[in-house]
């Protein structure tokens, strides 16, 4: 079964410098979708025989493919990279505007070391994560926690959700990431990951992780960044305004997917799950995986803050649209209006903001605001035109 993408690299490549790297972890799907343009070349550089002939000559091997090629796990190949370069310096030199390559690539931190020279100012970058609801075209809260948006899991109902992700976290997270990046405390940034799921949605509070860890704040934040980069984290900062002296201004962290954060949590069965203190930040990783994605599918990068004053009042999601414009959004399990004294510390912000919602598993008659996560996709169309 395919779950078409609402990510299109057919309009994308339209308006796209010569070489576009689309990012993501690993088993989201980033192969699979650009192999189905229309007259494209594959080569997979997991190939051993493939990843020899590059290295040895990239020149000679590129010349064997005209038009649209796609390079599966470039960094793999690091000669690769310059030969790139040089394609597309020639290319603009002789006027050709037919050079189209793509790139793929799950461990982003070799990525980064390989084009951040190579190719810079002739590539785009572009996010791919698992299966947002809106592409799903369903939204079922118990199956969303356990299983997420990985496709291998929507598409396989017999597989256990335990093991795989088990054997994501062993493989990409423990491994993958920790080597590239030549981490040698690789059981305490074991312990510095379950201790983010532990908090995600929570303000994160790097030196007390460091002290638990003990690692200094410096490598708390480094290892941080390194599991954003790779598509495994995203960290919310809060608003910030020199109107409004009052508002906190430490970050909150979410998984890109929310079924990693139950796994790393050990949840195993929703119903004590959604009695515990978790369940609200879990719903709220939901909302958020659903609107980076709307904004990601479209090449975008997502604007997402936090707000929270310094007496406790806050708001979940501030989100910026176009135009300077703003949408305040409360997650909530049952929904309810916004109090008094959100409502005046958005008023505060003195910034536009055009609608207010209330995320909810469920729409509800009584309260008009109420968005339910299957409709975050489409409401963000309609709002964001």
Not at 184 to 195: D, G, H, N, P, T
Request: proline share 4%; net charge neutral.
């Amino acid at each position: 079964m395919w779950y078409q993408r609402d990510f299109n690299p057919i309009a994308i490549s339209a308006e796209s410098l010569p070489v576009k790297v689309l990012k993501g972890p690993r088993q989201v799907g980033k192969t699979s979708l650009i192999e189905k343009l229309p007259d494209i070349h594959v080569i997979r550089l997991d190939d051993n025989a493939t990843r020899n002939f590059i290295s040895e000559n990239p020149r000679l091997f590129l010349d064997q493919y005209k038009g649209s090629v796609l390079i599966d796990e470039a960094p793999l190949v690091a000669a690769i990279f310059p030969e790139l370069k040089r394609r597309v310096d020639e290319a603009r030199r002789n006027n050709d505007s037919t050079i189209d390559y793509w790139l793929t690539g799950s461990n982003q931190t070799l990525l980064r070391q390989n084009t951040s020279e190579s190719l810079a100012g002739r590539a785009n970058y572009f996010d791919l994560n698992t299966l947002s609801i809106h592409e799903r075209g369903e939204f079922n809260l118990e199956r969303q926690l356990l299983r997420g948006g990985w496709p291998e899991l929507a598409v396989s109902e017999h597989i256990s959700h335990v093991r795989y992700l088990n054997d994501f976290i062993s493989t990409f997270i423990d491994r993958d990431i920790v080597s590239a990046a030549g981490i040698e405390r690789k059981a305490a940034f074991s312990k510095v990951l379950a201790l983010i799921a532990a908090r995600q949605g929570m303000l994160m509070n790097f030196s007390e992780i460091a002290s638990l860890v003990g690692v200094d704040v410096t490598t708390i934040q480094s290892w941080i960044f390194l599991l954003e980069e790779n598509g495994i984290l995203r960290k919310i900062e809060p608003y910030s305004s020199n109107l409004n002296k009052r508002l906190s201004k430490t970050p909150k962290i979410y998984f890109e997917d929310v079924a990693l954060a139950v796994r790393l949590q050990g949840w195993t069965d929703v119903r004590p799950l959604i009695l515990s203190l978790q369940f609200g930040f879990l719903l709220e990783t939901i909302a958020l995986s659903e609107i980076t994605r709307f904004f990601t599918s479209r090449g975008e990068k997502p604007r997402v803050f936090h707000v929270r004053s310094k007496e406790k009042v806050e708001v979940d999601f501030l989100v910026e649209l176009k135009n300077q414009c703003f949408l305040a959004i409360e997650v909530k399990s049952t929904p309810q209006p916004y109090t008094a004294s959100q409502l005046k510390i958005l008023d505060s912000l003195k910034i536009k903001i055009v609608e207010k919602w209330i995320v909810s598993p469920q729409e509800s008659l009584d309260l008009p605001q109420v968005v339910s996560f299957a409709k975050i996709f489409d409401r963000l169309t309609a709002l964001n035109q």
